[in-house]
């Protein structure tokens, strides 16, 4: 005989889960105490949301499963912010809630929200288990669907009895079982030979590598097909990392925050090859205007979302990854040379901007410091507003990961993202680069870090403002400063670091940052660097 | 245009809430929703008619595939399928009128499935169209009340939509 609780944890072993990460509460109280016999780790964070963005991170950097558990009620809407952030990016999170008594359910008793309900809109799927023995087929679905096809979280609700109910026998099935389901995962061989059809005929073809080939490990293929092809490539924000930044035929990121030479490149391309990219409103403010120009094909293995955003000449659903091991083997080099010319010019008449200060850090010479001095393989974590726009932009991404919330552009993601990323890879440096606004939302997780000993770096861009609104105010509101200031409600962020126990320090100039930087990423421990910028310092 | 959807979907609790708050989140046109077995007592079917152009129509279709439950979605082939939805319309009815009103009845195919002194109710079970001109033709009598369900809708001929896959 098991109860329901040892089965959620057998079935967690099974599918070769070693740490999950958490905030226990009544109503998930007998798993815990089921967890206490497992080998499982269990890393507790100091608030939900971060629960889930640390398996974000854990799962985004090791390639698993992220698992996250809450207890019901408040701990369980507290994780909402984070499952919203993991699906609008697609990242495999398993989401275990506990729930209310299930003879309770409906009657708004202590500590009951219907979180499946509540994340309908944002989950891939969702369980709200009545009887311990779904358990085990419940289990074996959910993982299967968080990780196959578009991968994204699924959760699973289980209420107190549920996990106390006795069940006769444990038996995991071999394989899930769901007729509704049948993600395609092979392009379609005559698709593809469109493609490549297409592709021989076009002046100006240009690749746009979306969140969607790091999603199916297809780094070397996309590499391969663009050396291969000749065709020049730039990337939406959740792709960068695939190419890197010094690649003779990479543009950069495209997108309203996006690179000059980029974005000007695709307005005048003939041909765009859409791979994982979903061509959101931040990457392509006017996707009409591109299919008027240019052939569009794309590459994607959710069908939805060909021709949600964009119209497209040729459609090709599948895993990129093969798609683009197919199309680097058949391809060969037809692009123009005066188009790869014209390339090369773009990319040379807008260079990053920005030059060394002495009254202040400037960021993004700073990001371009701090990517020279990283080791190859880093995984860089950057936060959401300007700090995002400056990592992205500058941040030379070599063998290793760009991680941020790109899709649903959460403020606190890095810290937490980080932690999860460090726990994945523990031998590999990884830095989280937050703005003090956004530093601020997840400041708690330093908990975390110390009682872990987790060696996250973390940067934090300390302007005194909330830099991205504070631009937008500028630019579009009279420069009329409300709700923006954080000026003399912020802590001395060196002082909170030591009163938890994490060495920091603060730099005022470029040349400052620069040697704590180096000791920074020298030193065995968590740290965190200050850097004081310029409020004034523009985004791009 | 109008498109109908046949949607085969797992019979369970909960899948419904889920079809519909799709429709509300996306910004799609629902014109009618019904819902009931099949010959399958593990499977539901669910026939929509969505307002909107082809393009919409496509986006319905891919995100309820993307839904786990949804078994099987098919985009009626409009002139290839049989429709029908029941209304029961309930009319002023004053004793000189019942004749006429019988009449209506006759010619429209519907029921006249309850009398009182100064009412009558029909039932029809018929396409949109033919449902509405009854409910023109008697409208000068005054309608009082009007029941609808949403379309049901089958294919003609031998062919039939179905799940690929059984369990």
Redesign the interface.
């Known amino acids: 005989m098991f109860s329901g609780a040892q089965i959620m944890v057998k079935c967690l072993e099974e599918e070769n889960v070693n740490l999950v990460f958490g905030y226990p509460g009544a109503a998930i109280c007998p798993f815990y105490d089921c967890l206490f016999e497992s080998d499982i780790r269990h890393i507790l964070c100091r608030e939900e949301q971060n629960a889930a963005h640390e398996a974000s991170g854990y799962a985004r950097s090791s390639g698993k499963i992220g698992v996250c558990v809450a207890t019901s009620g408040p701990g369980a809407t507290n994780l909402i912010t984070g499952i919203a952030t993991a699906y609008m990016d697609s990242i495999p999170l398993i989401i275990i809630t506990g729930q209310v008594n299930s003879w309770l359910l409906g009657r708004d008793v202590f500590q009951e929200a219907d979180i ?2 509540a994340c ?2 944002f989950t ?2 969702s369980y ?1 288990v009545k009887d311990a023995n779904d358990l085990t087929h419940i289990f074996k679905e959910a993982f299967y ?1 968080a990780s196959t096809g578009r991968p994204g979280p699924v959760l699973i609700d289980i209420p107190t009895d549920i996990q106390n109910q006795m069940v006769e026998d444990f038996h995991y099935p071999e394989k899930a ?6 993600p395609r995962t092979q392009g379609h061989i005559m698709q593809i030979k469109k493609a490549l059809i297409a592709i021989s005929k076009a002046k100006r073809p240009i690749l746009c590598c979306g969140g969607g080939v790091v999603l199916s490990g297809a780094r070397e293929e996309m590499i391969a097909f663009a050396t291969n092809s000749g065709i020049p490539v730039c990337a939406t924000m959740m792709g960068i990392g695939v190419v890197p930044m010094n690649s003779d035929h990479y543009l950069g990121m495209i997108g309203t925050h996006g690179r000059e030479s980029a974005n000007r490149a695709l307005k005048k391309a003939d041909l765009v090859i859409l791979c994982g990219a979903r061509v959101g409103d931040r990457a392509v403010s006017s996707p009409e205007q591109i299919a008027n120009k240019a052939v569009i094909i794309h590459i994607d293995i ?3 979302e ?3 955003n964009i119209q497209v000449d040729i459609p090709i659903v599948g895993d990129i990854r093969g798609v683009l091991h197919t199309m680097a083997e058949e391809i060969t080099d037809t692009v123009p040379e005066e188009w790869k010319k014209e390339v090369l010019e773009l990319k040379n008449q807008y260079p990053l901007r920005g030059v060394p200060r002495e009254d202040a850090v400037e960021p993004r010479v700073f990001i371009r410091d701090l990517s020279s001095m990283m080791e190859e393989n880093a995984i860089l974590v950057a936060d959401v507003g300007q700090n995002q726009i400056w990592s992205a932009r500058n941040f030379n991404v070599k063998r290793g990961r760009f991680l941020t919330s790109g899709g649903l552009g959460t403020m606190g993601y890095a810290i937490p993202a980080a932690i999860g990323a460090k726990l994945a890879k523990p031998r590999r440096q990884v830095v989280a680069v937050c703005g003090d606004g956004s530093f601020q939302m997840a400041m708690c997780e330093l908990g975390t870090i110390m009682q872990y000993q987790i060696p996250i770096k973390i940067i934090i861009m300390q302007n005194g403002t909330l830099g991205m609104v504070k631009e937008f105010q500028d630019k579009l509101y009279h420069s009329h400063y409300i709700a923006t200031q954080l000026k003399g409600g912020e802590p001395d962020f060196v002082l909170l670091a030591k009163s938890y126990g994490i060495k920091a320090e603060c730099a005022f100039s470029n040349q400052e940052a620069k040697e704590a930087a180096a000791r920074m990423l020298e030193s065995p421990d968590p740290y965190i660097l200050v850097c004081r910028v310029d409020p004034d310092t523009p985004s791009i | 245009m109008k498109f109908t959807l046949s949607v085969l979907v797992e019979n369970q609790p909960g899948l419904l809430s889920k079809v519909v708050s799709l429709f509300a989140r996306r910004g799609f046109n629902i014109d009618s929703l019904a819902v009931g077995v099949t010959e399958d007592s593990t499977i539901s079917r669910i026939t929509i008619v969505v307002d909107g152009d082809e393009s919409i129509v496509e986006q319905v279709e891919k995100q309820l595939n993307k839904l786990i439950q949804v078994i099987k979605v098919k985009v009626l082939t409009p002139g290839n399928f049989l429709s029908r939805e029941l209304s029961l319309i309930k009319v002023n009815c004053r004793t000189q009128d019942r004749i006429d009103l019988m009449k209506i009845a006759e010619l429209m195919k519907a029921q006249i499935i309850d009398v009182a002194p100064s009412s009558l109710t029909l039932e029809i079970s018929d396409t949109q169209e033919n449902t509405q001109t009854l409910i023109d033709l008697v409208h000068p009598y005054g309608i009082k009340e009007i029941v609808r369900t949403g379309a049901i809708a089958i294919e003609k001929g031998a062919q039939i939509t179905k799940s690929k896959v059984n369990p």
């Open positions: 499946t309900g309908e809109s891939k799927h709200l669907i079982q769901i007729r509704g389901y049948k959710d069908p939805a060909i021709g949600k």
